[in-house]
């Protein structure tokens, strides 16, 4: 990927002074980046096929991209575990607590026939992801280990950082150097949304924001879940633990607690990042039933089951191509406009200009806001398509984030 580069502007959401600075599409993606979003305004974004890595905002290209990503979402209400996860919350708790709490428990804590049968025939997922838990432990006796989960704020300590940079190396397989602090706090600790309390649709406060759950074994910390807590869902961002208990399978226990807390916080949803077809790393998202897939031309959710992992182009889409066809090398040429990429979801010059006025698209200068039309470098006979003039540089963000969204945002010119 070349370089980014400097120039265009910045956008912004009129509800809580969002800020994006635009970024040219630059491989088979396009990029933006913000300082302050709205909950609310990143969960359209995420329905749109956006994503973020920390304040970088991004909407891959599924038809041309070497490797098509698509949104998935789970709605937990519906999320039956298999067999296999069931057994790793299961192992995992029996590793915390040991055999002689077990043992002991049996004695002091007997079990009524009607909670055996219980345990036997129902799988209680809040009972099997808390069960181990220090704080909810029957005591005595006192547990093989102290285990605690707290879902804390996203700031940066050392004690994070290093647990990042070992994970990223024995992995990723990264080179220490790669890793930095800063490198870290731009991944991991840095977002543009912004922390709140809003009333769910249930009655239920639910926070709202960029959170770190940190896993503690003992004291130590042992795995972070970088997750953002939006209106409608859960949006899982990372998942890192350490070495000392990769052969708990972490991973599986930690996304079965972020499901739980989609349930019990009724965001509903749990998004787990993109689905990649064709990256053998990406297929076990699908065994976390049922996932629906966004369509990247109406953006309307069909189940994941009808998405065929060997075919990258079997959504339908405008002007659809062969993965033959694909070309993305076209997207390099950063002298090109995002309408000229054939992107699906991207609408033509023409449907663009119909469905929105550009020139009463609002923008920032300094700390001035007025309208499109009304900056200096604006010409109305300039095509919507031509590469970084103002008027294409305006136009090319409101077709990446849509008209509905565009209306409710400040692009803000540097």
Known sequence: MEPLLPSSGNLQSLHAEDRISLI??????YYARSDFLTAQFYQDLLD??????????????????????YTIRLDTADFKPT??????????????????YSRICKTLYPQTKE????????????GSVYDCEYARLKQPPEPAHRFEVTLESNEFTQEKFALFEKYQQIVHHEAPSVNTPVVFKQFC???????????????VVQKIGSFHQCYRLDGKLIAVGVVDLLPQCVSAVYFMYTEDVQQWNLGKVGTMREILL????SYRYYYMGYYIPSCAKMLYKANYAPQSVLDPVSYLWSPLDGLDSSNHTDL????????????EDNWMDWRKSIFHM????????????????????KVKVGQEYSLAHQLPLWLDSVPVDKPFSTKGTVAELVAAVGPELAREMVVSMW
């Open 24 to 29: 040219n599409p630059i491989g088979a993606a």
């Open 48 to 69: 749109r096929g956006w994503r973020r890595s920390g304040k970088l905002l991004y909407k891959p290209d599924v038809l041309n991209h070497c490797c098509p990503h």
């Open 83 to 100: 067999k296999e996860q069931r057994q790793a919350l299961n192992r995992w708790s029996r590793f915390i607590v040991g055999e002689d």
């Open 115 to 126: 909670e055996k049968a219980r345990q036997r025939n129902e799988f209680d997922l809040a």
């Open 189 to 203: 600790c840095e977002s543009p949304l912004i922390p709140t309390t809003i009333l769910g649709e249930n009655g």
């Open 262 to 265: 989609a349930i019990e916080g």
């Open 316 to 327: 339908p889409r405008e002007n659809p191509m062969s993965p033959s066809e694909v070309d």
């Open 342 to 361: 054939n992107m699906p979801g991207i609408p033509s010059p023409d449907q663009l200009e119909q469905a929105i006025d550009l020139r009463e698209i």
